[in-house]
């Protein structure tokens, strides 16, 4: 994978990001046994999929690979196969 940019992208970063801090929120509400804490902090990582949904579909996402760039991506792969 050190070759691909997998992950590395705005839409990515920001909803894991997003997603991190209701995780967080929610570790510490349910430290704190408080439910409703817990349950916003649980409604900050969907939202934090939501996001980063939302910016994938607006074009901050990986872009879709062209047929072109497939059968080269194949072809290269062959060629460290066979030497």
């Known amino acids: 994978?050190?070759?691909s940019s997998?992950?590395?992208t705005p839409a990515a970063w920001t909803g894991v990001i997003i997603s991190f801090i209701g995780?967080?929120?929610a570790g510490v509400f349910m430290v704190a046994a408080?439910?409703?804490g817990f349950w916003a902090g649980f409604a900050v990582i969907?939202?934090?999929g939501i996001v980063g949904f939302a910016m994938k579909a607006a074009g901050l996402g990986t872009p879709k690979e062209s047929p072109e760039m497939a059968a080269a991506r194949a072809r290269a792969g062959q060629a460290q196969?066979?030497?």
Do not use: K, R, Y
């Open 1 to 3: 994978m050190a070759g």
């Open 6 to 8: 997998h992950g590395h």
């Open 23 to 25: 995780f967080c929120v």
């Open 34 to 36: 408080n439910p409703v």
């Open 46 to 48: 969907l939202i934090g």
């Open 81 to 83: 196969v066979s030497s």
